[in-house]
Structure formats: structure tokens, C-alpha cells
């Protein structure tokens, strides 16, 4: 190795200075200030540990944009969202940016010349909003109650919701209702709702592209049922969507399905700019029907850095590059660009569900043509696991998550495949010759590797 003479007269090696003669302090501060280079260089190189991001097939999240979106966001890293007075263009982006997503979901009575007309916020991610979406509706079902009810109110959702929501009711003192899958179903059901709702319910969680299996939740019949109840004398129970995953793909593939505002008793909707929106970690939405269905007294106005601020956030500080991002995705692609894209991405995923259908080692629970998402289990009794499959996959590049499904079907388990951005035909026809390389592979040793759950939103 070259080595070169240090400024104080040690010699140390050309390529990372004192990093390779010295240990590196990992639990505190070095003594000594170090050189930009080396720093970068050795941070850069622990993080070739990691897996790569692109074969990372068990994430939702984004993957890759544009280079021309990487550099916007790179320029903006150092604006704060909150200061909204300071950095006034970066606020009117996230306005326009709401007010997008709101048209996107049929929200009722929106300004196409005042930005502002939308009632939302942008969040650091889908869980941020399900937390605000949750005490709204907590917020709205206490004022019908009034404010002398001490009793605890619940919320009816499915066991296969994403933990976040299991968080929500923890952290703000809402009793959940879970509603049970069971072997082939993995979606909630109308008679499940019916039969779970009361007079303290907040609201019925219906999930547009559920983390398991990416299917879609039955939400107009959802309505219905509820409408039906409410007309009966029953109680009136509003219904929030988590579209965290399909919130962004559904409106482009599938633009005529009734699941959004359309449905006069959908109340609120969360959706994550950083899955399907197609944008880097870590941007989302929570969107409101209307004004009224968001409480005031939810919302804070800060007299802060010199101007008078509404918000209504968990988060105070954090960068506007993510919003800018998101701008930059809605500007450059438009409707038309989303659709050619959702539907690529639909025709690969469709692609890899036919191939691992015909392959007698598996059993095809979703194809993709719901959201670019493949669910597959194994078919029949073998030697080896779906864990098998997953671990033998990451000794080849691929992370592929292999998991059970939710209570009721826990003998049920699953691989699960995300088509995103950035993942090319190409790659899943490369993808497909792996899995039959594995399965060949496991067929004639039969040995199990691991029995670890992997699993990732």
C-alpha cells in the first residue's frame, strides 16, 4: 500500500490515513479532529455492509429518483419546514403539494386558485399522519360524547394492520378492536364491522393495500354497512383509509373503484409520499374530508421567528427536502406519468406472479394486479421453509421477507415481493431464475438455514 507523510510527521496509509493504524472510537467522541476524506471514506465504507437498497424487495419505501430530484433535495437539506416565514416558497410547495393530494382523493369543495383550501398536512411519514388522523377522530367522537363521558373509546380495525396503529392506541389510550383473519382470508370483512362497532367506536380503519398481502380492503362496502347502521338508529361511526401503500398507486390503476372522499363517510385518509408517491424516506399526508372533520383545537397557532403559524404536527423541526421532492415527483410526472408508471410497475409484478404460479413449489396469494405487491406461499408439505427460501435469497443479493400472517392464520407463511421504481422487468425476470435456483437448490439437500420472521412495512 502507498504511504504518505502526515502533516505532523507520522507516516500513515495513503487510502485511510490514522483509520488503518488506529482503532476507531465507536461509542464516543474521537480526541482528535479528523480529516473530511477519511471520515467520509470510512463511514462510506462500513455502509457497504449494509444490503442494497434496489434489491431490497421487502420495503415499500422509494428506492430512486430522478438525478434532477436528488439535487433539489440536496439543495434544500438545510431548509426547516417550520419556519414557514423564513423560507416562504418551501411553504407555498407543501400547500400546493396537500391541496394535490386531496384533489387526487375527491376531497369536496376544494379552491383550485387557493392552495390553502385543502384541509392537511404533510408529515415525516405515513405514521406521523395515522397518529394526527387518530386524534382527530378521537378528538370529534369525545365532542359528540361530550366532555364529562369518561369512557374509553375504541377503535375497530383488522390484526393485520401495521404496527403503527397498535402504537396510536397504546400511546393515546384507545382500545382496539381486532378483527381476526383466518387461512385465505387476510383482508377485514363487512359482517366483522357490523358486529364490532359501538357507540364509543371512533372510527372503522380500512386499509388500502394492507402490509401483508397489498390487497385492498372492501372500503364502499365497509360504508355501506356503517350507512345501513347509522340509518337504523345505530351508531354513526366514521371510517379513516390507511392508503399508506395504495394511496398513490389506486387513483392511477384502478381510478374508478369507489374507496376515497367519494364516500361521504371516509373522514380522513393518510398516504406515504415515500412509497408509491414515489419519493425518498421521509414524506406522507394526512388528509381530512373538510375542515370541520379536523378540530380546532387540535390545531396550534405559534407565534414563531416572527410570524403567526397553524400547525398541527408531532414534529416541529424538521427539512423541507422531502417536500420539495414530493413537488418535484407531482410537477414532473403529472397524472399521466403516475399511471405509465404504476402500470409498468403492475405488468412486472403480474410478470413475477405468473412465473412463481406456474412453478409447482408455490402458491400465488396476490398477483400485483390489486398494487405491485406478490404474496406467495408453498404448496404442499416440503423439507424446507419460505424462511429457507428468504435466507438462501439474501446469500444472492435478495431481500425478500418471509414472515407468518396475522392471528388466526399464523400457520400461514408467506413470502412477499415489492415492486417499486428502479426495480426493471429485467430485474424480476433475474429475481424469478434465483427463486427456481433456490428451490432446485433446497429440493435436492432439503436443509433448513433459518427459521427466523423477517418482515418490513
Given amino acids: 500500500m502507498a504511504r504518505i507523510e502526515h502533516p505532523h510527521g507520522v507516516i500513515a496509509a495513503a487510502y485511510t490515513g490514522r483509520f488503518a493504524t488506529n482503532p476507531v472510537p465507536a461509542l464516543r467522541l474521537p480526541e482528535e479532529q479528523l480529516d473530511p476524506e477519511a471520515a467520509y471514506r470510512f463511514i462510506h465504507d462500513e455502509l457497504m455492509l449494509d444490503g442494497s437498497s434496489r434489491l431490497n424487495l421487502a420495503t415499500f419505501v422509494t428506492t430512486w429518483m430522478d438525478p434532477q430530484a436528488e439535487k433539489l433535495m440536496a439543495e434544500t437539506f438545510d431548509k426547516n419546514m417550520i419556519d414557514k416565514d423564513e423560507y416562504p416558497a418551501t411553504a407555498s410547495i407543501e400547500e400546493r403539494c396537500v391541496n394535490m393530494v386531496a384533489d387526487l382523493f375527491h376531497a369536496p369543495g376544494l379552491d383550485a386558485e387557493h392552495p390553502s383550501s385543502a384541509t392537511g398536512v404533510s408529515t415525516i411519514g405515513s405514521s406521523e399522519a395515522v397518529m394526527l388522523a387518530g386524534l382527530a377522530l378521537k378528538w370529534r367522537w369525545r365532542a359528540r360524547r361530550g366532555d364529562a363521558d369518561t369512557t374509553r373509546p375504541n377503535l375497530v380495525l383488522g390484526s393485520n394492520v401495521q404496527v403503527v396503529w397498535e402504537k396510536f392506541c397504546r400511546y393515546f389510550d384507545v382500545e382496539p378492536k381486532y378483527l381476526p383473519m383466518e387461512k385465505g382470508r387476510y383482508v377485514i370483512t363487512t359482517e366483522q364491522v357490523r358486529e364490532a362497532v359501538d357507540e364509543n367506536t371512533i372510527a372503522v380503519v380500512a386499509i388500502l393495500g394492507t402490509t401483508f398481502t397489498g390487497e385492498l380492503e372492501p372500503v364502499a362496502e365497509i360504508c355501506g354497512v356503517l350507512d345501513a347502521l347509522a ?18 398507486v389506486v387513483p392511477f390503476l384502478h381510478p374508478q373503484l369507489d374507496w376515497d372522499f367519494r364516500l361521504p363517510r371516509v373522514k380522513s385518509i393518510n398516504a406515504s409520499g415515500h412509497k408509491y408517491g414515489l419519493t425518498y424516506p ?6 381530512w374530508r373538510t375542515k370541520e372533520d379536523l378540530p380546532e383545537e387540535l390545531v396550534f397557532r405559534v407565534n414563531y421567528l416572527g410570524g403567526d403559524m397553524p400547525t398541527f404536527t408531532l414534529n416541529f423541526s424538521r427539512p423541507g427536502n422531502q417536500v420539495i421532492g414530493q413537488y418535484y415527483n407531482f410537477l414532473r410526472l403529472g397524472r399521466s406519468g403516475y399511471t405509465n408508471i404504476m402500470e409498468a410497475l403492475r405488468n412486472t409484478a403480474v410478470r413475477v406472479s405468473a412465473h412463481l404460479a406456474e412453478h409447482p413449489a408455490f402458491e400465488v396469494i396476490t398477483d400485483g394486479s390489486a398494487i405491485p405487491v406478490v404474496s406467495f406461499t408453498l404448496s404442499g408439505e416440503r423439507s424446507y421453509t419460505v424462511f429457507d427460501i428468504s435466507h ?15 392471528e388466526n392464520a399464523t400457520d400461514v407463511a408467506v413470502l412477499r415481493i415489492v415492486v417499486r421504481e428502479g426495480f426493471s422487468a429485467d430485474l424480476g425476470r433475474l429475481l424469478c431464475m434465483s427463486i427456481s435456483e433456490v428451490v432446485e437448490q433446497l429440493d435436492a439437500d432439503g436443509t433448513r438455514h433459518s427459521t427466523a420472521t423477517h418482515f418490513a412495512h
Fill in 392 to 406: 438462501e435469497l439474501r446469500a444472492r443479493g435478495w431481500q425478500v421477507p418471509a414472515y407468518t400472517m396475522p
Fill in 282 to 287: 421521509g414524506i406522507g399526508f394526512a388528509i
Fill in 231 to 248: 340509518a337504523g338508529g345505530g351508531p354513526d361511526v366514521p371510517v379513516h383509509v390507511d392508503a399508506a401503500s395504495g394511496g398513490f
